[in-house]
């Protein structure tokens, strides 16, 4: 019988155990400090096939991100919030036949659940295809550079809409406010970000509007991947 421990298996802990469940560590929550206050470091890691020994890589982190934003939009769905109400409209109208009470929230709950989960590998998925379209980071730059790239410039706007989605149970009132704030505060993000990080062009006008076109960009990505994950649930089959 092997009664051997594991060596170091005394220094695992939080670190670790986060590590384990999102793939975010100290390393991912410096990432992302970094990438709010000094992006430019973080995009020239990303360049970097290692990220410098000194950053998680965009691609894990916006995985992560958004695994707890599904998370959190899945588990404080109520009545009160602005993307319920939006769902039972649109069921209401989709529907063949008047639902009852029971039936609506059924319905609305298999929506939020299949949201939740399909968003994070969504909007990676369209993101990846819009990294490769827009070109803001430079003649010549790779594929896997571009995507990188383009990860780690909308960090930033996707921690404020995790922080926004946190909030919501607290605001229920203010829920259309606040959406609509938080729409123009990703997409200035996403522009700034761009602009402070590895925006390629002649000129600071040049690069303005290049980062103006990544925000857009990303905008709408973000609303392609959205309405897909909405709609999923029309094109799964209904379990029983």
């Keep these: 019988m092997d009664n051997k421990t594991p060596a ?7 670190d670790e155990l ?10 991912g929550l410096k990432t992302i400090i970094d990438t709010l206050v000094r ?22 982190l916006v995985f992560s991100i958004l695994t707890v ?10 009545e009160d919030t602005a993307f319920y109400q939006v769902l039972e409209k649109a ?7 008047p639902l009852t009470a029971e039936e609506m929230n059924a319905q609305i709950t298999r929506t939020f659940g299949i949201y939740s ?11 990846g295809l819009f990294s490769q379209i827009i070109r803001v980071w430079g003649q010549g730059t790779p594929g896997v550079a571009r995507l990188r790239l383009h990860m780690t410039a909308i960090v930033p706007g996707l921690v ?3 922080l926004s989605t946190l909030a919501t149970p607290f605001v229920p009132d203010l829920m259309i406010t606040l ?17 402070r990080g590895s925006v390629v062009a002649q000129g600071k006008g040049s690069r303005l509007m290049k980062s103006l076109v990544f925000a857009i960009g990303s905008s709408v990505a973000t609303a392609i991947a959205s309405s897909i994950c909405i709609r999923l649930p029309d094109l799964l089959p209904i379990a029983g």
């Design 179 to 195: 959406t609509l704030v938080l729409l123009a505060a990703v997409l200035f993000a996403d522009a700034a970000t761009a602009w």
């Design 160 to 162: 404020l809409t995790l």
């Design 18 to 27: 986060v590590d384990d469940v999102f793939g975010l560590n100290v390393r």
């Design 8 to 14: 170091r298996g005394d220094q695992l802990g939080l």
């Design 39 to 60: 992006p430019r470091l973080v995009f020239d890691a990303a360049r970097q096939a290692d990220w410098s020994g000194a950053y998680t890589p965009s691609l894990r």
């Design 69 to 78: 934003l599904g998370f959190f939009t899945f588990f404080w769905a109520g």
């Design 117 to 127: 989960a399909a968003l994070p590998f969504v909007l990676i998925i369209i993101h």
């Design 91 to 97: 069921i209401t109208l989709n529907a063949d036949t």
